[in-house]
Nanobody, 121 residues
Framework: VQLQASGGGLVQAGGSLRLSCAAS????????IGWFRQAPGKEREGLLC????????YYETSLKGRFTISRDTAKNTVYLQMNSLQPEDTAVYYC???????????????WGQGTLVTVSS
């Protein structure tokens, strides 16, 4: 069971990035998948999640309108689309699989290795 986050990089403020979370060894549809980030010197924070029914939950409601989550069943991949990026979005971004499937229980058992997003001003 493995998750791999990718797609990070350097982007200017106002730009966009799409992160991918690919799974191997299991089917992403069987889990809720959440995105998290950890900025330098800060604690990890939950961003948003997609449950097994395709419903979305924002853990950080201030991201509504800028960040969206989607799932491609055929590719066994979940995406995080990030728009209007700002320097404060600079962080290592992680995806994780919630065995409860709902995004509500926060039962994140499997974690990807993280991908670095740097937003320059």
């Amino acid at each position: 069971v493995q998750l791999q986050a990718s797609g990070g990089g350097l982007v200017q403020a106002g730009g966009s990035l799409r992160l991918s979370c690919a799974a191997s060894g299991f089917t992403l549809n069987d889990y809720a998948i959440g995105w998290f980030r950890q900025a330098p010197g800060k604690e990890r924070e939950g961003l948003l999640c997609i449950n097994i029914s395709g419903g979305r939950k924002y853990y950080e409601t201030s991201l509504k309108g800028r960040f969206t989550i989607s799932r491609d069943t055929a590719k066994n991949t979940v995406y995080l689309q990030m728009n209007s990026l700002q320097p404060e979005d600079t962080a290592v971004y992680y995806c994780a699989a919630d065995t409860g499937g709902t995004c509500l229980g926060y039962d994140y058992e499997y974690w990807g290795q993280g991908t670095l997003v740097t937003v320059s001003s």
